[in-house]
């Protein structure tokens, strides 16, 4: 699915979402899609000037195509907290944020231990100290730290929206916590700083993006349960 809205450009395909951000000289893509989405996924590249990728997180639903993209001349931005987790889910705990998600979790560490991206190496490593850093690439945008799904996991924030990766997630096509955390405490806190942001829009690494009156009751719930 393509959308093309006056804030949120996007692309949606078998529940993973790509968002790209217009730079003053090029334009960022937020993830790059997971098995299967290339050929769709170039067309709508070709609408942008995309020099730059980041990852909300090393995990292979989101840096599946970054070795392509990177020996097509795109440059990759990563948290430094995630440089071991690029082929090696295993190397970071992944915890259920809640008990429905114990089954699924045991699913979810034989699955991230067989599956594995192409090796890239990033351009960029980031740290916490680079939350301006995009504006020195020409885009009006802020990085936020978001750890908790991944120890490296950051978001971005430009023009009242939260691009947050699986900070959150609407993978259900409701608003809900993502399943799977390294630490449950560091989530929490991730939340809350979206809470505090307050951006009219989270726009998350899996479904639509969904309103933050939406979302809130949903976040306050869960802060407030577990
Ligand atoms: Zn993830």
Known sequence: MLIKSGRINLFFKSDVTLYILKGKNSDLLIDTGFIGVWNEMEKWL???????????????????????LQSMGVKILLSSADKDLRQNYLSQPVKPTAPRYRIRNLTQL??????????????I????????????????????????????????????????????????????????????????????????????????????PVRMDKARPVIEQYLKTF
């Not at 609408?47 to 070795?67: G, Q, R």
């Not at 034989?110 to 351009?123: C, I, N, Q, W």
């Not at 989530?187 to 989270?202: A, D, V, Y």
Request: charged share 20%; net charge negative.
């Open 46 to 68: 070709n609408e942008y000037n995309v020099k730059h990728v980041l990852l909300t997180h090393a995990h292979v639903d989101h840096d599946w195509n970054a070795a392509r």
């Open 110 to 123: 034989a699955g991230g231990a067989l599956v594995k991206s192409k090796r890239y190496t990033p351009d």
């Open 125 to 208: 490593y980031l740290s916490d100290n680079d939350r301006d850093f995009l504006k020195s690439l020409g885009y009006d945008a802020e990085i936020i730290p978001l750890p908790g799904h991944t120890y490296g996991s950051i978001g971005v924030l430009s023009n009242g929206v939260l691009y947050c990766g699986d900070a959150f997630t609407m993978l259900w096509h409701k608003p809900d916590v993502t399943p799977h955390a390294v630490s449950i405490p560091h989530m929490k806190k991730s939340l809350q700083t979206i809470l505090e942001i307050n951006p009219q829009w989270l726009a998350c690494g899996h479904g639509l």
